[in-house]
Nanobody, 120 residues
C-alpha cells in the first residue's frame, strides 16, 4: 500500500504564491509519474501538472508560465510552485501518483486533497 500526504494549501490573495508538497510512502519500488489535479465546486477534476520519472513535465494551458512542478526522486516527493495566483485557481488540489510496487502492475494513488483559496 502507498500513502500520499499533501501539504501547503491555504488562503492567499490574488497575485500571491503558494507551494504544495506531496510525499509518497509505503511499498514503493518506483514512481512512474506524479502530478497535481484540482477540483473546484461544481466542476470536474482536472489535470494541473504532471511529471514523469525522467523529469518531463506537462501543464494545463491555464497554468502555464505561472505554475512549476518538480520532484525529488530520492524523497518520493512532488512539489507544485504556484505563482501569480488567480481567484479561478481556487480549488481542492489532489496529488496523484502512478506507483510500481515490488509486486504486481503499476497502480494509481491519490492524496486526500488540500484546499487552495485565492481571494480577489
Amino acid at each position: 500500500q502507498v500513502q500520499l500526504v499533501e501539504s501547503g494549501g491555504g488562503l492567499v490573495q490574488a497575485g500571491g504564491s503558494l507551494r504544495l508538497s506531496c510525499a509518497a510512502s509505503g511499498s514503493i519500488f518506483s514512481i512512474k509519474r506524479m502530478g497535481w489535479y484540482r477540483q473546484a465546486p461544481g466542476k470536474q477534476r482536472e489535470l494541473v501538472a504532471g511529471i514523469i520519472s525522467i523529469g518531463t513535465t506537462n501543464y494545463a494551458d491555464s497554468v502555464k508560465g505561472r505554475f512549476t512542478i518538480s520532484r525529488d526522486n530520492a524523497k518520493n516527493t512532488v512539489y507544485l510552485q504556484m505563482n501569480s495566483l488567480k481567484p479561478e485557481d481556487s480549488a481542492v488540489y489532489y496529488c496523484h501518483a502512478v506507483v510500481q510496487s515490488y509486486v504486481g502492475i503499476p497502480q494509481d494513488y491519490w492524496g486526500q486533497g488540500t484546499q487552495v483559496t485565492v481571494s480577489s
